[in-house]
């Protein structure tokens, strides 16, 4: 048990070798806080943006995505969506509004833990942030999806519009409305927060391999206090 | 690029004095070859000359032109005359915004039709409906002697009342009914800080319009002047703070709120001190004789601030339950004191430094101008003598600072920024720009006191308003002449023609005043208006939240939120919760029995720009106007059997015509057999 717990945790840095390359150790550690930072602060930005252009409405109607809530026209664009049968928007993805704060934090703290972990495990900790992004555009597709093809049958111009789904980046149509979708600062800065974890992991795993190889020649995972041989 | 305007200008005007361009040719019309693409007709010169434009007109026509979507820079609130309402309209386009309905009924915006019902019940006369009012004089509030577009006040001349107008959603808020005068044409003005709302009386009767013979004109007849505390935080009128003067029965015409030296004193005017009791009938002068024999009447000057303080130590009667503070006690405290002024005046004008003011006589060619210092020197020396009725009467010579000659028939002043004053001129139908002395002396070139230039206007011009023409800071730019007759400027609409409103270029110093535009008003006779500069109004865009009752300015409890609609009975007292929205409303059938009593409560509940909602049942006489957000509760009984059609009376959306639904009033007898 002790010794899989130690080979997931991975080696410990000998203070020789920390005092010898201290840089090498700190800089993946540094990486990946900051991507826990990004993710944290992403929670109070606003993520995707809706922009719905028609003649009778200069300067269009808006609706903002955050990750818990949905702000903007969101009154008056239900109020024209009934006209096509279309369910109110704060009925889309509940369960995700509800629970991304608190997944949200899981995810940076999991990124965090990796700062403890020498092992490939690390990886395994970041990959859900790093798919974060990915996840939220196709949940969000999935919902626009869902939404657009569900109309109500009964609904006063539910002859008029075929169903469709807007795209969840670009430009769609539908009636009289030009649909201009785009990430928001709280998706792009999550976005960087991947590629940033990439990059930790990229250089973790070359801080540490050195180690692991020499623990693995040692055969023992219990004799971290061997000192590596330096690479450089 | 004002450059570049003024070339394209000279050079249009060039091209239309060429004879022979009137086909357009290209090579005759370089100027406009830019924006020509190969149609010479479709030039600025060419459509000048087609339709035989002046440079002048060009240039009014560059002046108030506003593309679509261009705001105006000014809004002009002007009266509406008998037609009982405010108007709304932006400048210099001199486009009408829309009318604000005050005391009479206006079924576009549902006033007194369910909406302001209980408003306009304020301004009955003991009991007794009047669902129509004169329009004079709107005085829009001050702060510092500035306007602060927040409120707008109205007198109502034909019943003496005065109504409050709330800027943020451009609706009558109040009515208050004078308790006793049955008439007024001294207000309303504001006081700079629109502690109080000054309404003078006009034509003489006994204090409560009580009966008198004429006889009894000189001793039992009486003119007044009324002080309503505004309170500003409750945006009403408190009567319960309000107080009247006891005027002699000479008849007290427009009233001006003194401001920053003179702040603290009010000025008004009055025409018939010869008592004329008139009676054509039997032989004697009429009015309009009677009362113009005298070479003088009276300017009063009244000291408010004093007058508040010997109106809260209580010395004053009771009339009607009203305090007024008799003449004697008047006299007694020095609040009162005439000056002479020339005869038959309508204007009494404070300007903008508040150490002039500028009286028209309308028989007496000159503008005169009394310094306020003068006045306060005579009173200190006591330098008067007395009316029949004791009020002191001030030396004239010693009073006025000068007189200028304007022209005939003056009868109203503004002011601008640059030193000058504007009279509107009746009988010359014209309006003279004359310089002002003293402080006002270094910002114009010409010499104190004397007239600078006339423009004239068509025809028969009565009040003139200027930008912020009244205030202590006049922004000069525009002047709008309101004139009486229009005669040949329109197209003959059967006997009854539009007045005319006529805009007028005050921006440019010197002895031009072009005439930029006419505005027909054929909806009202607007007597005077005031301007303001647009961007100090702060209007709502929608209400400020859903369920919002407009009277209280607040989240009506009785709200109707989406989801909760209903109708509930209670014996005989059915409330219908409605919620209004594009393109129902929900419910949709309302049955009640003949001789229920029914409250409807109807919630607007979208948010967006201009989804006003209309709501009429035929036969019940309801129609209402709900914007964005508004919440309204009516009431009415079902006395009338049978099935209405209740529907949205305000274009809506694509499904207008399918929001609609069904009032049903079951008939007495079949309600009784059903439940048997």
Same mark, same amino acid.
């Not at chain 1, 703290?109 to 700062?115: H, P």
């Not at chain 1, 930790?200 to 041989?229: C, F, I, M, V």
């Not at chain 2, 549902?110 to 019940?121: C, H, K, R, T, V």
């Not at chain 2, 028989?363 to 003068?374: A, G, N, Q, R």
């Given at each position: 048990?002790?010794?899989?717990?130690?080979k997931?945790v991975g080696?410990?840095?000998?203070?020789?070798?920390?005092? %010898?390359?201290?840089?090498?150790?700190l800089?993946?550690t540094?990486?990946?806080v900051?991507?826990?930072?990004?993710?944290?602060?992403?929670?109070?930005?606003?993520?995707?943006?809706?922009? +719905?252009?028609a003649?009778?409405?200069?300067?269009?109607?808006?609706?903002?995505?955050?990750?818990?809530?949905l702000?903007?026209?969101?009154?008056?664009?239900?109020?024209?969506? $009934?006209?096509?049968g279309?369910r109110? @928007?704060?009925?889309?993805?509940?369960?995700?509004? %509800?629970?991304a704060v608190m997944?949200?934090?899981?995810?940076s703290?999991?990124?965090?833990?990796?700062?403890f972990?020498?092992?490939?495990?690390?990886?395994? =900790?970041?990959?859900?942030?790093?798919?974060?992004p990915?996840?939220?555009?196709?949940?969000?597709?999935?919902?626009?999806?869902?939404?657009?093809?569900?109309?109500?049958p009964?609904?006063? +111009?539910?002859?008029?519009?075929?169903?469709?789904?807007?795209?969840?980046?670009?430009?769609?149509?539908?009636?009289?409305f030009?649909?201009?979708?785009?990430?928001?600062s709280?998706?792009i800065?999550?976005?960087?927060?991947?590629?940033v974890?990439?990059?930790?992991?990229?250089?973790?795993?070359?801080?540490?391999?050195?180690?692991?190889?020499?623990? !693995?020649?040692?055969?023992?995972?219990?004799?971290?206090?061997?000192?590596?041989?330096?690479?450089? | 690029?004002?450059?570049?305007?003024?070339?394209?200008?000279?050079l249009?005007?060039?091209?239309?004095?060429?004879?022979?361009?009137?086909?357009?040719?290209s090579?005759?019309?370089?100027?406009?070859?830019?924006?020509?693409?190969?149609?010479?007709?479709?030039?600025?010169?060419?459509?000048?000359?087609?339709?035989?434009?002046s440079?002048?007109?060009v240039?009014?026509?560059?002046?108030?032109?506003?593309p679509?979507?261009?705001?105006?820079?000014?809004?002009?609130?002007?009266?509406?005359? $008998?037609?009982?309402?405010?108007?709304?309209?932006?400048?210099?386009?001199?486009?009408?915004?829309?009318?604000?309905a005050?005391?009479?009924? /206006?079924?576009?915006q *549902?006033?007194?039709?369910?909406?302001?019902?209980?408003?306009?019940?304020d301004?009955?006369?003991?009991?007794?409906?009047?669902?129509?009012g004169?329009?004079?004089?709107?005085?829009?509030?001050?702060?510092?002697?500035?306007?602060d *577009?927040?409120?707008?006040?109205?007198?109502?001349?034909?019943?003496?009342?005065?109504?409050?107008?709330? @800027?943020?959603?451009? /609706?009558?808020?109040?009515?208050v009914?004078?308790?006793?005068a049955?008439?007024?044409?001294?207000?309303?003005?504001?006081?700079?800080?629109?502690?109080?709302?000054?309404? *003078?009386?006009?034509?003489?009767t006994?204090?409560?319009?009580?009966?008198?013979?004429?006889?009894?004109?000189?001793d039992?007849?009486?003119?007044?002047?009324?002080?309503?505390?505004?309170d500003?935080?409750?945006?009403?009128?408190?009567?319960?703070?309000?107080?009247?003067?006891?005027?002699?029965?000479?008849?007290?015409?427009?009233?001006?709120?003194?401001?920053?030296?003179?702040?603290?004193?009010?000025?008004?005017?009055s025409?018939?001190?010869? +008592?004329?009791?008139?009676?054509? /009938?039997? *032989?004697?002068?009429?009015?309009?004789?009677?009362?113009?024999?005298?070479?003088?009447?009276?300017?009063?000057?009244?000291?408010?601030?004093? !007058?508040?303080?010997?109106?809260?130590?209580g010395?004053?009667t009771?009339?009607?339950?009203?305090?007024?503070?008799s =003449?004697?006690t008047?006299i007694?405290?020095g609040?009162?004191?005439?000056?002479?002024?020339?005869k038959?005046? $309508?204007?009494v004008? #404070?300007?903008?430094?508040?150490?002039?003011?500028v009286?028209s006589?309308k028989?007496?060619?000159?503008?005169?101008?009394?310094?306020?210092?003068?006045m306060?020197?005579?009173?200190?020396?006591k330098?008067?003598?007395?009316?029949q009725?004791?009020?002191?009467?001030?030396?004239?010579?010693?009073?006025?600072?000068?007189?200028v000659e304007?022209?005939l028939?003056?009868?109203?002043?503004?002011f601008?920024?640059?030193?000058?004053?504007?009279?509107?001129?009746?009988l010359?139908?014209?309006?003279?720009?004359?310089t002002?002395?003293?402080?006002?002396?270094?910002?114009?070139?010409?010499?104190?006191?004397s007239?600078?230039?006339k423009?004239?206007?068509?025809?028969?011009?009565?009040?003139i308003?200027?930008a912020?023409?009244?205030?202590?800071?006049?922004?000069?730019?525009?002047?709008?002449? +309101?004139?009486?007759?229009?005669?040949?400027?329109?197209?003959t609409?059967?006997?009854?023609?539009?007045?005319?409103?006529?805009?007028?270029?005050?921006?440019?110093?010197?002895?031009?005043?072009?005439?930029?535009?006419d505005?027909?008003?054929?909806?009202?006779?607007?007597?005077y208006?005031?301007?303001?500069?647009?961007?100090?109004?702060?209007?709502?865009?929608?209400?400020?939240e #859903?369920g919002?009752?407009?009277?209280?300015?607040?989240v009506?409890?009785?709200a109707?939120?989406?989801?909760?609609?209903?109708?509930?009975?209670?014996?005989k007292?059915?409330?219908?919760?409605?919620?209004?929205?594009?393109?129902?409303?929900?419910?949709?059938h309302?049955?009640?029995?003949?001789?229920?009593?029914?409250?409807?409560?109807?919630?607007?509940?979208?948010? %967006?720009?201009?989804?006003?909602?209309?709501?009429?049942?035929?036969?019940?006489?309801?129609?209402?106007?709900?914007?964005?957000?508004?919440h309204?509760?009516?009431?009415f009984?079902?006395?009338?059997?049978?099935?209405?059609?209740?529907?949205?009376s305000?274009?809506?959306?694509? =499904?207008?015509?399918?929001?609609?639904?069904?009032?049903?009033?079951?008939?007495?007898?079949? %309600?009784?057999?059903?439940?048997?």
């Open positions: 048990m002790n010794q899989a717990l130690n997931i080696p410990r840095i000998h203070p020789d070798e920390w005092a %010898a390359h201290r840089g090498r150790y800089l993946p540094a990486l990946l900051l991507a826990a930072v990004m993710l944290l602060v992403s929670i109070f930005l606003p993520f995707w943006h809706m922009q +719905l252009n003649p009778q409405y200069p300067g269009g109607l808006h609706v903002t995505g955050y990750v818990n809530r702000a903007g026209d969101v009154a008056e664009i239900d109020s024209l969506n $009934h006209y096509i279309m109110p @928007l704060n009925e889309a993805a509940q369960f995700e509004k %509800a629970t997944m949200i934090t899981a995810l703290l999991l990124v965090l833990g990796a700062v972990i020498h092992s490939k495990w690390a990886a395994l =900790l970041s990959i859900p942030a790093v798919l974060f990915v996840g939220f555009l196709v949940d969000l597709h999935l919902w626009l999806s869902y939404f657009g093809n569900n109309l109500d009964t609904a006063p +111009l539910s002859s008029s519009i075929k169903p469709f789904t807007p795209p969840v980046l670009g430009t769609g149509k539908v009636g009289q030009e649909t201009i979708a785009s990430a928001q709280g998706l800065l999550a976005a960087v927060a991947s590629l974890i990439l990059v930790a992991l990229w250089r973790h795993r070359a801080a540490y391999k050195p180690l692991l190889d020499t623990q !693995a020649q040692s055969g023992s995972g219990d004799n971290p206090q061997k000192k590596p041989e330096a690479t450089d | 690029m004002k450059t570049k305007l003024l070339g394209t200008l000279l249009v005007g060039m091209i239309i004095l060429t004879p022979g361009c009137g086909n357009g040719d090579e005759q019309a370089p100027a406009a070859t830019s924006n020509s693409s190969g149609n010479g007709g479709d030039t600025a010169a060419a459509i000048a000359a087609e339709r035989e434009l440079p002048d007109d240039r009014a026509a560059l002046l108030t032109y506003q679509s979507g261009r705001i105006d820079d000014y809004i002009m609130f002007a009266s509406g005359g $008998h037609a009982g309402q405010v108007f709304v309209i932006g400048m210099p386009s001199m486009r009408l915004l829309r009318s604000i005050v005391f009479t009924p /206006e079924s576009w *549902g006033w007194g039709y369910g909406i302001g019902n209980d408003i306009l019940a301004g009955n006369i003991e009991g007794r409906e009047n669902l129509w004169d329009t004079h004089h709107p005085a829009l509030s001050e702060t510092n002697g500035d306007y *577009g927040e409120w707008l006040f109205i007198n109502d001349k034909a019943h003496a009342r005065i109504a409050v107008i709330d @800027l943020r959603d451009f /609706e009558t808020k109040q009515i009914k004078n308790p006793i049955i008439n007024d044409h001294g207000g309303a003005v504001a006081t700079p800080n629109t502690e109080w709302i000054i309404e *003078g009386g006009q034509y003489a006994p204090l409560g319009w009580d009966y008198a013979p004429i006889d009894e004109y000189n039992s007849y009486r003119g007044s002047v009324t002080f309503w505390k505004f500003r935080e409750k945006g009403r009128i408190d009567p319960d703070r309000s107080f009247a003067m006891e005027l002699p029965p000479y008849w007290q015409d427009i009233f001006d709120a003194g401001k920053l030296v003179s702040d603290g004193w009010v000025f008004g005017n025409f018939n001190t010869e +008592l004329a009791t008139g009676g054509i /009938e039997d *032989g004697n002068a009429p009015f309009e004789a009677g009362a113009s024999q005298r070479d003088a009447d009276y300017m009063h000057i009244i000291n408010l601030d004093k !007058a508040a303080k010997v109106y809260e130590a010395k004053f009771k009339v009607k339950g009203f305090p007024v503070i =003449l004697k008047s007694e405290e609040l009162l004191f005439f000056a002479p002024e020339p038959s005046p $309508h204007g004008d #404070v300007a903008p430094k508040g150490e002039y003011i009286v006589g028989l007496d060619p000159h503008v005169t101008i009394y310094s306020f210092e003068k306060m020197q005579a009173i200190a020396d330098n008067w003598t007395h009316d009725y004791g009020v002191p009467i001030l030396d004239f010579d010693a009073v006025v600072e000068a007189q304007v022209g028939g003056p009868l109203h002043t503004q601008d920024n640059k030193g000058y004053a504007y009279t509107s001129l009746f010359d139908t014209q309006v003279a720009r004359w002002l002395g003293g402080a006002y002396s270094d910002l114009h070139d010409e010499p104190d006191w007239v600078a230039a423009t004239s206007v068509h025809y028969n011009v009565g009040h308003a200027a912020e023409g009244d205030t202590v800071s006049p922004d000069g730019k525009y002047l709008v002449s +309101l004139n009486k007759w229009s005669v040949d400027r329109f197209f609409t059967g006997p009854l023609l539009p007045q005319n409103f006529q805009l007028l270029d005050i921006d440019k110093p010197g002895d031009k005043m072009q005439l930029l535009y505005m027909p008003m054929g909806i009202g006779e607007p007597h208006a005031q301007i303001i500069k647009a961007d100090k109004l702060k209007p709502w865009k929608v209400y400020p #859903v919002w009752d407009p009277h209280t300015q607040s009506s409890p009785d109707v939120k989406p989801g909760e609609e209903r109708i509930e009975r209670n014996g007292n059915v409330d219908v919760y409605m919620s209004v929205v594009r393109s129902h409303f929900n419910p949709e309302v049955e009640v029995n003949q001789g229920d009593h029914v409250t409807w409560h109807l919630t607007n509940v979208e948010r %967006a720009l201009d989804a006003t909602h209309g709501f009429a049942i035929p036969g019940y006489d309801i129609n209402l106007s709900l914007e964005a957000g508004e309204l509760t009516i009431e009984d079902a006395d009338l059997p049978g099935t209405f059609t209740f529907y949205c305000e274009f809506c959306s694509a =499904l207008h015509l399918e929001m609609t639904g069904y009032l049903r009033v079951k008939p007495t007898e079949v %309600a009784a057999a059903v439940t048997e």
